[in-house]
Each structure stands twice: as C-alpha cells, then as structure tokens.
C-alpha cells in the first residue's frame, strides 16, 4: 500500500472557519486536498479531479449536501468517491437519509481531529484495497480470457467435409477455459476418426489436462485405425496421473461410409445418440473405467451400422446437466426430443437450435460445466 498513489480528497463547507480546521487536521498526512466553499464549487471540481473521498458539510445555501450527494452518484464519472457528511445534525433520520443516498460514513460537528484523521484514513485504505482487488481481478481475467482464446485455437478451427459424411460442432466452456476437447481426423479411404473427451472438474486444471491429451492424441500414430488402442494409449500415456483425483470420460470412433459402419470405444464416456428417420435412439456401447484412474487392459469395441440419412450426435455431459434457475437439469430427454424436432434442418443449423433451446431452458443461469454437441451426417442431401 506504500507504493499507492496519493488519495485526493475534497473538504466542502461553507463556512471558511470549518474549511481551514478541517484541512489543518489533514495536513502532512499524504493527501492531496482540495477546498470548496459552495455546493456548485464543489461539483466542478468533483468532475474536474475525481477525488477519492469527499468530507461534505449537509447544510449549505442553494445546495444542501444530499442534494450535491444525489448528483455525485448520479454521474458515472464521480460517483465512485466516497462521501463523508459533516453536519451538527444528530438525528437519526438525517443520517439514514444520507446513508440511503450512498454516503459511506458520517461526522457530527463540532469535529474531533482524531476521529477526522482516523475514519480518513480507515475510508481511504479500504479503498485502495479494494481498487487493488480490482486490479489483480481484471489481472486475472485478462489471462484467462486469454487461456481461453488460446484453447480454442487448439480444437479444430475447420471440420473436415466430404460428400458422403459431414459434420458440425457447438464447443462452450463454463469458465473461461475447460476440460472438454472433440476433434474429427480425416483418414485414408474416405474414412474418419472421432475423438470427444471430458475431463474432471473445469476451469484451469481441466483445461491443462485437456491440453495434455489433444497433444497426446496428436502424437499418436494411426489415429482410427483401432478406436481401443487409442483410448488404451491414452490411459497408459497418463499413467503418472492415476493417483490424483482427475480423471477423463473418453470416447473414440471410427467412421466407414464405404462399409456403412461405425466402430465406438467408450471409457465411462456417455454413449453416441442416433438420428434416423426422425427418431432418436441411443447406441449401446460396452464401456471401461474413465482414462486417467488406473491401468485398463481391454477396451471392447462396439460396432453399428449406419445409413444414408443417419445422424449421429457425440456429446458431454455439460449438456444433459445444464441447469435451470429450478435446479431442473436439461436431460437426455429433452435433448432426445430436440434433436427429433430439428432433424429436417441441416447439421450447422440444427446445433444452433438446440443451442438456443438450452439457453431458453437454462433461462440466463450459467452453465456450471463445459458444453460440446457434435454431429455427424451420414450422405446428408
């Protein structure tokens, strides 16, 4: 707090005797002072300067010190300064009235120097705290914000399209940065690989660990070609993890148009939803232990057959669990009769109004984790 700029602080009274004591008091204490004689003097300087804090006299002509308290909160540019009234008036109701206005504290005249110099000095640290916190606030929120931009720009800024699959993703984070990653790889033969995952918890530490597994999926060689060797790879890559309370809901897949097929390994991830003919139906899936909690040999594989006009929906939980104010979750259901009410729109469009369904659902709450809806289309005319 040394190092923190002077506070300046403006004394308004009518009186001249009252003004001169009461900067005399605040004299040699590190404040820069300023002295007003009039209600209107006092105005003009508050917008000029922006004082930190305002020792304001109640009675005066033209103007009384509500009137000028009124006025000084009602202009974006001063009415952050904290006011102190001054006033030989005792009464209860004069100070309620002051207090409602928005002053911070309030003096009964005649003046006490100590009792000047110590609710100043009180009014002016806690300020400068509180602009500290600010600071280290907006700090903060600038890294993160920036943590975010700096994670989307790892997840796929194109989606790979081809005449017989398309697809179409909506990605949302609940904080700034998350723990949810989904990525789609173009493969040889007109095939496609699908990764989606969910890491435990959100916010920083997610998204690290998120960060750490697109890396690792990178790295891997052959990505789809065996949707279990990638989610064994992955969980034997983060063994040095299995000991610490994070853990990951994986699923891994590998899409066959030539074949009509669609080949799934699933680590406690939930299963993929299928779109046909307008209905909707989960596909069941045998699924292991999330990655990340300790060694899982096997990983069985589940394939499914797919047919033009087929729609399939990966997602996270962050969707089904999105809250309402009622604490009413979102829900496989209602998600189930989206997607059957939008099926004759497009991918991209189709997310969007599912997108928007949740919001109205959610009803302005904000979502306490990570969001990711991504749809695959199978020959989509």
Known sequence: M??????????VDDSPVNLRLIVRTLEGRGYRLLAAKSARAALDIA???????????????????????????????TRDAIVVFLSALGEVTDKVTGLELGASDYITKPIQAEEVIARVANHV???????????????????????????????????????SVTFAAY???????????????????????????????????????MAMIRAAVHAFPGFAVDPSEMIRYLNRH??????TPIFATALSAL?????????????????PLLLRNGRVTSIEVQATLPVLMMDVPHVPTTTTAVEP??????????????????DEMYDLERLTAALERTAHLAPQAQLDAIVADLDTFAHQREPDD????????????
Request: glycine letters at 6%; a negative charge; hydrophobic letters at 35%.
């Open 2 to 11: 040394s190092d923190a700029p002077k506070a300046t602080i403006l004394v």
């Open 47 to 77: 917008r000029q300067v922006r004082p930190d804090l305002i020792l304001l006299d109640v009675m005066m002509p033209e103007m009384d010190g509500f009137e000028v308290c009124r006025t000084l909160k009602a202009n974006p540019d």
């Open 125 to 163: 640290a806690r300020q400068q705290l509180e602009r500290e916190v600010r600071r280290s606030r907006d700090r903060l929120q600038h890294e993160l914000t920036r943590a975010g931009e700096m994670q989307r720009l790892i997840l796929p800024a194109v989606l790979p399209s081809h005449g």
């Open 171 to 209: 990605y949302q984070t609940s904080l700034y940065a998350g723990g949810d990653y989904y990525d789609v790889f173009t493969l040889p033969d007109n095939q496609f690989g699908v990764m989606v995952a969910d890491v435990s918890g959100h916010g920083a530490p997610s998204a690290i660990v």
């Open 238 to 243: 983060f063994d040095f993890m299995w000991e």
């Open 255 to 271: 899409i066959e148009p030539k074949d009509k097929r669609l080949t799934i390994a699933c680590a406690g991830h939930p299963p």
């Open 309 to 326: 006009g087929d729609r399939v929906v990966f997602y996270t939980d962050g969707i089904t669990e999105r809250s309402n104010p009622q």
């Open 370 to 381: 990570d969001q990711t809806l991504l749809v695959m289309c199978v020959n989509c005319d």
